[in-house]
C-alpha cells in the first residue's frame, strides 16, 4: 500500500530517530538529535559536536571553540556534552565553570535534566543520579545544584563561577564557558588578571597529566585568558574559530561557504549583522569577527600613516631638531613578561608634517634606564635643541630629576593627563587620519603600527600615549591653523 505524503514523512522521521537512538552511545552529534528530535543543527553545530567527540575520545587535548553570541555553542558543549560523556564513562570528573556560579548552575540544571530523561535511561542505563524519577534513590550519593555524583561509580559533575573553589577536587575534563560577562569586565585589567590569577592557581591545580580542557569564548580583548594562553602555550591548543561573516573561502576547509557569507542566515541575516556591524565596528569584530583587533586599526586605521624612506627623510630635513617622548614603567623590570615597559618614541615636525623617526620598548631598570637614555637620544640623531618629553607617573618624576642632574639632556615633564588613554588618542586621531604622521621606515615600524592601532583591546598602550604627546607637543604653538586647507610641498 502507497503512503500518503505526510505519513511517509511520519515514517522517515521514525526512522531517523531509531537511527540516531542507536548511533547516540557512540556518536555525540547523533546524541544531541536524539535527545533533542526539534534541535536544529546547522554545518557548524556539527563540527562543534565534532571537536568534542575528538576530545572525549583523547585526539584532541585541549579545545577553544570561539563561535558568534547566540549560535548554539553553550547548548553542545555545556549542556549536551557533559551528560553524553558520563553516559560514555559515567566515572568521569567534570568542572563546568563560568563567569558566574548562577550561570554554572542553571548548565547543571539543563545537564540533570537530560540524564534524568528516559530517552537518555534507553541509551546509557548505567549512569543516573541520586533521587532520579527513572531510578529509586541511592544514600550517600549527593545531588544538588553545584555538584551531582553518578551513582555506583566515581563520576561527578562540578559547577563552579570563575573565581569559585575547587578544593579537593581533581578533574578530568575542565569546561570553561564564557569567563567574561559583559565589556565592563572584558575590558578591566584588574578583572583580566583576577581571571588568570584563578585559572593558575585554582583550575589548573586540580588537572592531571590525562585531563582535558574545553573552553567556549567570546573574544572580547587580545588580553583575554585566552590571549593569554594562546601566548604562553600555543602548540597546546586545537582553535576552532569560525567568524559570523565569512573571511577565508570554505572557512578554510570547514564550510562550503563563501567569502562574505552570514554563519546562520536563518536566524542572523547579513543585513542584521552588517548593521550591528556599523553600530559598534570594534565590538563586532570581537564578538562576532573573533578578532579583537579591526583588520587595518580600533581607533586608528594603519593606512592613516605615511612613509618616507631614511634617505628621503634625511634629503628633506636641514636642521629641525628631533625630539623624544618617554613613558616610564610603573615597577622595576624582573624579566620581560612580569611588567610593563618603558616605550620612547623620536619625533620630528617638519613644516606641517610630524615624522616619528623611531620607536622602541626596553625593560631596564632605574640606573640602566638612565644610562640608556642619552645614549639612545644620541643614536637617534639629538642635539642640543632636543627635548626630552616624560610623563611624570610612576617613577617618571625620578627619571627627569636624576637625568638633570646627572646628564646634558634638556628634559621636560609632560602634563599629567586628565582624559582616559582613549579620550586622548581620538583627540589626536584626526592629525593622523589626514596623513600628518608619518613613519620613517624602519624594523619598529610594525610593533608600532600594532599596538597603536589595536588599542585598546591589546594588552601593552605605551606607544599610545607616548605617541599622542608628541603629536599635541609638536603642534603645540599652531593649534589654531587648519592644516587640512595648507598646501603641502
Same mark, same amino acid.
Given at each position: 500500500?502507497?503512503? *500518503?505524503?505526510?505519513?511517509?514523512?511520519?515514517?522517515?522521521?521514525?526512522?531517523?530517530?531509531?537511527?540516531?537512538?542507536?548511533?547516540?552511545?557512540?556518536?555525540?552529534?547523533?546524541? %544531541?538529535?536524539?535527545?533533542?528530535?526539534?534541535?536544529?543543527?546547522?554545518?557548524?553545530?556539527?563540527?562543534?559536536?565534532?571537536? =568534542?567527540?575528538?576530545?572525549?575520545?583523547?585526539?584532541?587535548?585541549?579545545?577553544?571553540?570561539?563561535?558568534?553570541?547566540?549560535?548554539?555553542?553553550?547548548?553542545?558543549?555545556?549542556?549536551?556534552?557533559?551528560?553524553?560523556?558520563?553516559?560514555?564513562? !559515567?566515572?568521569?570528573?567534570?568542572?563546568? =565553570?563560568?563567569?558566574?556560579?548562577?550561570?554554572?548552575?542553571?548548565? /547543571?540544571?539543563?545537564?540533570?535534566?537530560?540524564?534524568?530523561?528516559?530517552?537518555?535511561?534507553?541509551?546509557?542505563?548505567?549512569?543516573?543520579?541520586?533521587?532520579?524519577?527513572?531510578?529509586?534513590?541511592?544514600?550517600?550519593?549527593?545531588?544538588?545544584?553545584?555538584?551531582?555524583?553518578?551513582?555506583?561509580?566515581?563520576?561527578?559533575?562540578?559547577?563552579?563561577?570563575?573565581?569559585? !573553589?575547587?578544593?579537593?577536587?581533581?578533574?578530568?575534563?575542565?569546561?570553561?564557558?564564557?569567563?567574561?560577562?559583559?565589556?565592563?569586565?572584558?575590558? /578591566? !585589567?584588574?578583572?583580566?588578571?583576577?581571571?588568570?590569577?584563578?585559572?593558575?592557581?585554582?583550575?589548573?591545580?586540580?588537572?592531571?597529566?590525562?585531563?582535558?580542557?574545553?573552553?567556549?569564548?567570546?573574544?572580547?580583548?587580545?588580553?583575554?585568558?585566552?590571549?593569554? %594562553?594562546?601566548? *604562553?602555550?600555543?602548540?597546546?591548543?586545537?582553535?576552532?574559530?569560525?567568524?559570523?561573516? =565569512?573571511?577565508?573561502?570554505?572557512?578554510?576547509?570547514?564550510?562550503?561557504?563563501?567569502?562574505?557569507?552570514?554563519?546562520?542566515?536563518?536566524?542572523?541575516?547579513?543585513?542584521?549583522?552588517?548593521?550591528?556591524?556599523?553600530?559598534?565596528?570594534?565590538?563586532?569584530?570581537?564578538?562576532?569577527?573573533?578578532?579583537?583587533?579591526?583588520?587595518?586599526?580600533?581607533?586608528?586605521?594603519?593606512?592613516?600613516?605615511?612613509?618616507?624612506?631614511?634617505?628621503?627623510?634625511?634629503?628633506?630635513?636641514?636642521?629641525?631638531?628631533?625630539?623624544?617622548?618617554?613613558? *616610564?614603567?610603573?615597577?622595576?623590570?624582573?624579566?620581560?613578561?612580569?611588567?610593563?615597559?618603558?616605550?620612547?618614541?623620536?619625533?620630528?615636525?617638519?613644516?606641517?608634517?610630524?615624522?616619528?623617526?623611531?620607536?622602541?620598548?626596553?625593560?631596564?631598570?632605574?640606573?640602566?634606564?638612565?644610562?640608556?637614555?642619552?645614549?639612545?637620544?644620541?643614536?637617534?640623531?639629538?642635539?642640543?635643541?632636543?627635548?626630552?618629553?616624560?610623563?611624570?607617573?610612576?617613577?617618571?618624576?625620578?627619571?627627569?630629576?636624576?637625568?638633570?642632574?646627572?646628564?646634558?639632556?634638556?628634559?621636560?615633564?609632560?602634563?599629567?593627563?586628565?582624559?582616559?588613554?582613549?579620550?586622548?588618542?581620538?583627540?589626536? /586621531?584626526?592629525?593622523?587620519?589626514?596623513?600628518?604622521?608619518?613613519?620613517?621606515?624602519?624594523?619598529?615600524?610594525?610593533?608600532?603600527?600594532?599596538?597603536? =592601532?589595536?588599542? !585598546?583591546?591589546?594588552?601593552?598602550?605605551?606607544?599610545?600615549?607616548i605617541l599622542g604627546y608628541a603629536i599635541n607637543d609638536l603642534y603645540e604653538d599652531d593649534d589654531d591653523i587648519d592644516y587640512d586647507n595648507i598646501n603641502v610641498i
Amino acid at each position: 500500500m502507497k503512503l *500518503t505524503e505526510s505519513e511517509e514523512r511520519k515514517y522517515l522521521a521514525r526512522l531517523g530517530r531509531m537511527q540516531h537512538k542507536l548511533l547516540a552511545p557512540a556518536s555525540f552529534p547523533h546524541f %544531541i538529535k536524539y535527545i533533542n528530535p526539534k534541535y536544529s543543527e546547522e554545518w557548524f553545530h556539527h563540527v562543534i559536536s565534532n571537536h =568534542c567527540q575528538m576530545l572525549l575520545e583523547g585526539k584532541i587535548k585541549n579545545l577553544m571553540v570561539f563561535v558568534p553570541p547566540q549560535h548554539g555553542k553553550s547548548e553542545i558543549i555545556s549542556r549536551n556534552f557533559p551528560a553524553w560523556a558520563l553516559g560514555v564513562n !559515567p566515572d568521569l570528573k567534570i568542572a563546568g =565553570c563560568s563567569y558566574s556560579a548562577d550561570l554554572s548552575g542553571q548548565f /547543571s540544571r539543563s545537564i540533570q535534566r537530560i540524564i534524568d530523561s528516559k530517552e537518555y535511561q534507553a541509551i546509557f542505563p548505567e549512569t543516573y543520579l541520586n533521587g532520579s524519577n527513572i531510578r529509586t534513590s541511592a544514600r550517600g550519593y549527593l545531588r544538588n545544584v553545584d555538584l551531582f555524583e553518578t551513582v555506583n561509580h566515581r563520576g561527578f559533575y562540578k559547577a563552579v563561577g570563575v573565581g569559585g !573553589p575547587l578544593t579537593g577536587t581533581p578533574v578530568d575534563i575542565a569546561i570553561i564557558d564564557d569567563p567574561v560577562k559583559d565589556a565592563t569586565e572584558a575590558y /578591566s !585589567p584588574v578583572y583580566r588578571e583576577r581571571v588568570w590569577n584563578w585559572y593558575n592557581t585554582v583550575l589548573t591545580t586540580r588537572l592531571h597529566n590525562n585531563s582535558k580542557q574545553l573552553f567556549i569564548m567570546t573574544r572580547w580583548h587580545e588580553d583575554d585568558l585566552a590571549g593569554r %594562553i594562546l601566548k *604562553t602555550e600555543p602548540d597546546e591548543w586545537t582553535v576552532l574559530s569560525i567568524p559570523a561573516i =565569512c573571511e577565508k573561502e570554505n572557512d578554510g576547509g570547514l564550510s562550503h561557504r563563501h567569502v562574505g557569507d552570514a554563519l546562520w542566515p536563518d536566524r542572523h541575516s547579513l543585513a542584521k549583522l552588517e548593521k550591528q556591524k556599523n553600530r559598534s565596528p570594534r565590538e563586532f569584530s570581537a564578538l562576532y569577527q573573533q578578532r579583537p583587533v579591526i583588520e587595518g586599526g580600533n581607533i586608528v586605521k594603519r593606512d592613516w600613516f605615511g612613509k618616507i624612506s631614511p634617505a628621503d627623510f634625511k634629503a628633506l630635513r636641514f636642521n629641525e631638531p628631533i625630539h623624544f617622548y618617554l613613558d *616610564t614603567a610603573y615597577e622595576e623590570k624582573k624579566v620581560k613578561t612580569d611588567n610593563d615597559p618603558s616605550g620612547i618614541l623620536a619625533a620630528c615636525r617638519i613644516g606641517t608634517l610630524v615624522y616619528l623617526t623611531h620607536a622602541m620598548k626596553v625593560y631596564k631598570e632605574m640606573p640602566d634606564l638612565l644610562r640608556f637614555l642619552p645614549e639612545y637620544i644620541a643614536a637617534q640623531g639629538g642635539n642640543n635643541e632636543s627635548k626630552l618629553h616624560v610623563e611624570p607617573k610612576a617613577n617618571g618624576k625620578s627619571v627627569v630629576q636624576m637625568l638633570k642632574a646627572t646628564s646634558f639632556l634638556n628634559v621636560k615633564e609632560t602634563e599629567s593627563p586628565t582624559d582616559s588613554k582613549e579620550t586622548r588618542l581620538k583627540v589626536v /586621531s584626526p592629525r593622523i587620519e589626514c596623513g600628518r604622521v608619518v613613519l620613517v621606515e624602519g624594523t619598529w615600524n610594525d610593533d608600532f603600527l600594532d599596538e597603536v =592601532c589595536g588599542f !585598546p583591546a591589546l594588552e601593552h598602550d605605551e606607544f599610545v600615549d607616548i605617541l599622542g604627546y608628541a603629536i599635541n607637543d609638536l603642534y603645540e604653538d599652531d593649534d589654531d591653523i587648519d592644516y587640512d586647507n595648507i598646501n603641502v610641498i
